[in-house]
């Protein structure tokens, strides 16, 4: 059971970010995701400080925080100060994730919070957190979490599909016709900030990223439709949880880096098999 | 009675950090026209449309449309913005683009109609596309993306289209075919406002220019400011250009007015 509760836990972050990645990819924004799963630590660690306690709420509820204010960040450093995207969200994630942790290694080290656990999660002990839901089902409480989480995601995409959809393929014509081009964007940031925040308390920063960026990139080389792309990115999260996680086993090496691994090995392969497919095309049409 | 302007452009200023883009506008279009707004390369034109259609917000100065705030006339204006500030490798088919044209009149939370499904139909066979409807759009040439932008313009069915830059690196025939559809826009009483680029299809494409520099050169009919002088101080250090075409005007016997 113990491998049960660790893929199905893998495979609903893998929907989660597969979901959120596949806009930010189009979006040119991966890197958002990154930013915000760094940027929430100093969050976690002053929610941790105020209550005490290493409870999920209050410590979720500091990590929303600090991803929001990672997202208000570097917007104003890419509209106001007119800095480039991309060195807005270094310079704003950095100067987070350094607080963060600054502030735990001087108050941090009686409480079970440390940086390996926020880099590397903790999947492998996932069963640990088990607890009964209702009807004899017993699932790991993060679990649970996620899965609400999935259940939420899938249902705000597809309610706001033609929103976040012409918003991402041109946003000038959308705010042309009178579309709120700014909501769109930060009912995308919401969703983006409540992933990796419920997220990278059981899998890790590193393996969010890995999620975020992977399965859309492969999903992307694989088909030229916006939502078969999505749902293909889901599919092939999923995949890649299991192939990871057996890996890993076998291996005897952290889960998260397995499956991170993997999910760069599927791409490489998908890549280099595309192109050949490509040139095959080229070959014979020319 | 004088007809109304359809756009008024009153004082308007736009910034850039603190580089102008546009400085100090004031003019009127006029209704039912073909209208050229011409100028150098980063003189302000697209800033311009732009700032008609609420894209770009000014540092000063207001526009009007159908003399009142864009806000209440969204639905009858329609925008095509420049072909190159897309990603044309993104996944999606042509008709899922010209469908676009149909979200604000259906809304974002409804589904399409019979009806909407028609008028992308027709939409696309105006511009010769509807074979490439289930195309995806990373495979349409420079004229094909094109026309699929004004395809998504005529599904919204306004009566005014502002449009940035559409014949700048199309092909021939799709250049000829944009022309046959705004001469039988202009027909069916539509306003026409185009950002371009070459002055030798000036005279022959507009019936109204506007001339920028970052200010405002000149705007009137076409045979009143298409004029050595004007486009001198328009293109400024390009002179050799400016000679060169009035040279080749001058020996196709254009009339050009000298002052």
């Known amino acids: 059971m113990n491998d049960f509760y660790t893929i199905l836990t893998a495979s609903l972050v893998a929907i989660n970010c597969a979901l959120m990645g596949g806009f930010l990819m ?77 502030l735990i290694s001087k108050w941090g080290q009686n409480a079970d919070l440390d940086q390996q656990c926020v880099l590397y999660g903790e999947i492998e002990q996932i069963s640990f957190w088990l607890q009964p839901i209702a009807f004899g089902i017993v699932l790991p409480k993060q679990t649970v979490i996620l899965l609400a989480v ?21 946003p000038d014509f959308a705010l042309s016709t009178g579309v709120a081009v700014t909501f769109w964007h930060y009912f995308l940031m919401s969703g983006v900030s409540l992933t990796t925040v419920v997220s990278f308390e059981s899998v890790g920063a590193i393996l969010v990223i890995a999620f975020l960026s992977g399965p859309p990139a492969i999903a992307y080389l694989l088909t030229e439709d916006f939502k078969k792309m999505l749902i293909l990115a889901c599919l092939v ?42 040139r095959k095309v080229d070959v014979i049409s020319t | 009675m004088k007809q109304p302007p359809i756009i008024e452009v009153h004082n308007l200023t736009v910034l850039y950090g603190r580089k102008p883009a546009l400085w100090n506008i004031d003019f009127d279009l006029p209704e039912k026209q073909v209208i050229g707004i011409m100028g150098p390369n980063g003189s302000g034109k697209s800033t311009l449309l732009k700032s008609i259609m609420g894209v770009v917000t000014p540092t000063s100065g207001f526009t009007k449309v159908y003399d ?48 909407d499904q028609d008028i992308i139909t027709d939409s696309l066979e105006k511009v010769n596309m509807l074979g490439y409807a289930k195309r995806q759009i990373s495979q349409l040439s420079g004229g094909q993306q094109q026309r699929v932008f004004l395809a998504r313009a005529i599904a919204q069915q306004g009566d005014l289209f502002l449009m940035d830059e559409p014949f700048a690196g199309v092909d ?21 406002v185009i950002v371009h680029h070459d002055l030798h299809t000036a005279q022959s494409y507009f019936d109204h220019l506007v ?30 250009t400016i000679s060169k075409i009035s040279q080749e005007l001058e020996n196709k016997e254009f009339p050009i007015r000298h002052k």
């Open chain 2, 68 to 115: 009142q705030s864009l806000n209440n006339v969204r639905d009858r204006v329609s925008y095509v913005p420049q072909r190159q500030d897309i990603d044309w490798d993104f996944p999606a088919s042509v008709w899922e683009i010209v469908a676009m044209g149909r979200y604000q009149k259906r809304g974002l939370f409804k589904k399409l109609t019979t009806e």
């Open chain 1, 237 to 278: 999260g999923i995949l890649c949880s299991i192939g990871g996680y057996y890996a890993a086993k076998w291996l005897d090496v952290s889960v998260a880096g397995a499956i991170s691994t993997f999910i760069g090995l599927v791409f490489m392969v998908v890549f280099i098999g595309t192109s050949l497919v490509k």
């Open chain 1, 150 to 170: 999935a259940v939420l995601l899938i249902g705000a995409v597809i309610w706001g599909y033609k929103g976040l959809f012409i918003t991402t393929f041109d």
């Open chain 1, 26 to 102: 189009m979006r040119k924004m991966v890197m958002i995701g990154d930013a915000i799963s760094h940027a929430v630590l100093p969050g976690i660690f002053m929610a941790y400080y105020i209550s005490g306690s290493t409870a999920s709420l209050p410590i979720l509820a500091g990590a929303a925080f600090s991803g929001i204010l990672a997202t208000l960040m570097i917007e104003w450093f890419t509209k106001k100060a007119r800095l480039q995207s991309d060195a807005a969200i270094g310079v704003s994630y950095t100067l987070l994730f350094a607080i963060g942790i600054i």
């Open chain 2, 211 to 240: 001339l920028l520099n970052t200010r405002l050169i000149a705007s009137g009919p076409t045979e009143e400011v298409f004029t050595d002088q004007i486009l001198t101080d328009t293109y400024g250090g390009k002179l050799t």
């Open chain 2, 172 to 192: 021939i025939a799709t250049e000829e075919m944009i022309i046959s559809l705004l001469k039988d826009m202009k027909e069916a009483g539509k306003t026409l």
